[in-house]
């Protein structure tokens, strides 16, 4: 069978964008993964069953957007994440994740969409997320948080269904 791996390399070379969609990858997203300048990457729908690489903090100048949608990663959100300031789309849904948000997303100032859906999440959404200036679309559903800020609530976007959230319709569970 053909080599399946991604080349490393591709994250030390000089693009715009990058797009691995629908493959059969599987690796894991290597430690170089922060260095690449693009700013936007779309990894979605492939097996890499690893990490979220903390190096990711390392693209704080460049990256826009960035969506690792339905890969199997397997870890918790590494903190660095909150370095991307110029980050609008962060895009991490149906994958492994676990442990809570860490609060240093507080950090990403000019995020507009945040889709944390489908992993195994826990801890609260904090309202250092929820009141994040240009926020406008933060869904959470389908993990296991247990608490949420009650400013969430008015975000234009929001869905926090199927979570472990005393009082809210359409949790993990509880009949409605
Ligand atoms: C928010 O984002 C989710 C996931 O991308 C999408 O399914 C939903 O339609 C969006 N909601 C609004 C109000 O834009």
Same mark, same amino acid.
């Given at each position: 069978m053909a080599d399946s791996n991604v080349p490393n390399k591709l994250f030390d070379k000089y693009l715009d964008a990058i797009f691995i969609n629908h493959n059969r990858f599987q690796f894991e997203l290597p430690d170089n993964f922060g260095n690449?300048?693009?700013?936007? +990457?779309?990894?979605?729908? &492939?097996?890499? %069953?690893? !990490?979220? @690489?903390?190096?990711? /903090?390392n693209m704080?100048?460049?990256?826009?957007? +960035?969506?690792?949608?339905? &890969?199997?990663? %397997?870890? !918790?959100? @590494?903190?660095?994440? /909150?370095l991307l300031k110029e980050l609008t789309v962060?895009?991490?849904?149906?994958?492994?994740?676990?442990?809570?948000?860490?609060?240093?997303i507080a950090g990403m100032v000019k995020v507009e969409q945040l889709n944390v859906a489908h992993n195994m999440l826990s801890g609260s959404?904090?309202?250092?997320?929820?009141?994040?200036?240009?926020?406008?679309?933060?869904?959470?559903?389908?993990?296991?948080?247990?608490?949420?800020?009650?400013?969430?609530?008015?975000?234009?976007?929001?869905?926090?269904?199927?979570n472990c959230l005393p009082s809210r319709p359409a949790q993990r569970l509880l009949a409605q």
């Open positions: 690449s300048p693009v700013s936007v +990457i779309v990894v979605a729908n &492939n097996k890499f %069953r690893g !990490c979220v @690489p903390a190096s990711l /903090g704080l100048r460049t990256l826009n957007e +960035i969506i690792l949608m339905e &890969n199997g990663l %397997r870890s !918790c959100l @590494p903190p660095e994440i /909150g962060f895009d991490v849904s149906f994958n492994e994740l676990m442990g809570s948000l860490p609060e240093t959404a904090p309202a250092s997320i929820c009141k994040l200036p240009r926020l406008d679309n933060f869904t959470f559903s389908y993990n296991f948080f247990t608490g949420e800020a009650p400013m969430c609530l008015s975000l234009p976007g929001f869905d926090d269904r199927r």
